[in-house]
T-cell receptor, first 110, second 113 residues
């Protein structure tokens, strides 16, 4: 069983819609959770992090964490073509290395 | 402030040659990570340095790969006797204490002919 799983996609959504990206993890002791965006040919950039159960909002982005279900998601409201990228989920347990998921490719269609 | 920097940005080498890739982390960050990313693939973890602790080398693919971190700052990833399958983007990242977010450098694109 992979430690961090994501649907590889591509996930296609029309412009203006909500894009929902999902991530599951296997280590119940995981404590911090991160979403990165990676454009083709570029390095990953941090979008959001979340440590506690519930929702965390930042502009058009909302991260949702459910530790009981070992599930973290990223919602992108009012999706724009510029949001088209690969989204990486990362999980960390204090004192240990990060574990990255394989990424989900998002395509926002104009 | 300055982000993570890597050099060179591109490197072309011949099969069998040794290469050194450099990473300058964000000042004050104690954790440093190396990853490899082949075209269209995900991040492949290579090695993790945290402060003065022994590095986690569990991701190094073979003994041709090694890395060091001098003075708790700059890191060098060395690939000896390069092979064509080593061609990839090598990414470095740093984190304040290894528990906060990682911040990535721009990467070094390595092409082995």
């Amino acid at each position: 069983q992979k430690e961090v799983e994501q649907n590889s996609g591509p996930l296609s959504v029309p412009e203006g819609a909500i894009a929902s990206l999902n991530c599951t993890y296997s280590d119940r002791g995981s404590q911090s959770f991160f979403w990165y965006r990676q454009y083709s040919g570029k390095s990953p950039e941090l979008i959001m992090f979340i440590y506690s159960n519930g929702d965390k909002e930042d502009g058009r982005f909302t991260a949702q964490l459910n530790k009981a279900s070992q599930y973290v998601s990223l919602l992108i409201r009012d999706s724009q073509p510029s949001d088209s990228a690969t989204y990486l989920c990362a999980v960390n347990k204090f004192g240990q290395n990060f574990v990255f998921g394989p990424g989900t490719r998002l395509s926002v269609l104009p | 402030g300055a982000g993570v920097s890597q050099s060179p940005s591109n490197k072309v080498t011949e099969k069998g040659k040794d290469v050194e890739l450099r990473c300058d982390p964000i000042s004050g960050h104690t954790a440093l990570y190396w990853y490899r990313q082949s075209l269209g693939q995900g991040l492949e973890f290579l090695i993790y340095f945290q402060g003065n602790s022994a590095p986690d080398k569990s991701g190094l693919p073979s003994d041709r790969f090694s890395a060091e971190r001098t003075g708790g700052s700059v890191s060098t990833l060395t690939i000896q006797r390069t092979q064509q399958e080593d061609s990839a983007v090598y990414l470095c990242a740093s984190s304040l204490h290894g528990t906060e977010a990682q911040y990535f450098g721009p990467g070094t694109r390595l092409l082995v002919l």
